[in-house]
């Protein structure tokens, strides 16, 4: 990315995205919270995971910190590595 500071356009609409994702992160801990099946909690969770990742690469842009975006990749990693494993597991108890 290059040095330069983001035009304030730009910056609003990032902030503005990153509430939205914020809003989604709540209803998907919600969601988690309450699921009353593990199918419930299982979309909440990928819901969770796919948010953060979203969130800290916009959070990288707006704070212009090239580390936050391999921790998202990082992050996006482990998602698909979990909803694997609890797929895996799942599907031996039926």
Same mark, same amino acid.
């Given at each position: +990315? *290059?040095?330069?500071?983001?035009?304030?356009?730009? %910056?609003?609409?990032? +902030?503005?995205a990153l509430f939205l994702l +914020?809003?989604? !992160? @709540?209803? $998907? !801990?919600? #969601? *988690?919270?309450? $699921?009353?099946?593990?199918?419930? #909690?299982?979309?909440?969770?990928?819901?969770?995971?796919?948010? $953060?990742? *979203?969130? +800290?690469?916009?959070? $990288? !842009?707006? !704070? %212009?910190?090239?580390?936050?975006?391999?921790?998202?990749?990082?992050?996006?990693?482990?998602? *698909? @590595?979990?909803?694997?494993?609890?797929? #895996?597991?799942?599907s031996h108890h039926?």
């Amino acid at each position: +990315m *290059a040095t330069e500071s983001l035009s304030s356009t730009i %910056q609003v609409s990032l +902030m503005f995205a990153l509430f939205l994702l +914020m809003v989604s !992160l @709540v209803i $998907g !801990l919600i #969601r *988690a919270w309450k $699921g009353p099946s593990i199918e419930d #909690r299982f979309s909440s969770l990928l819901l969770i995971s796919s948010t $953060g990742v *979203a969130i +800290m690469f916009i959070l $990288g !842009l707006i !704070l %212009q910190l090239p580390a936050l975006y391999d921790s998202a990749l990082v992050l996006a990693l482990l998602a *698909a @590595v979990i909803s694997i494993a609890l797929t #895996r597991l799942e599907s031996h108890h039926d």
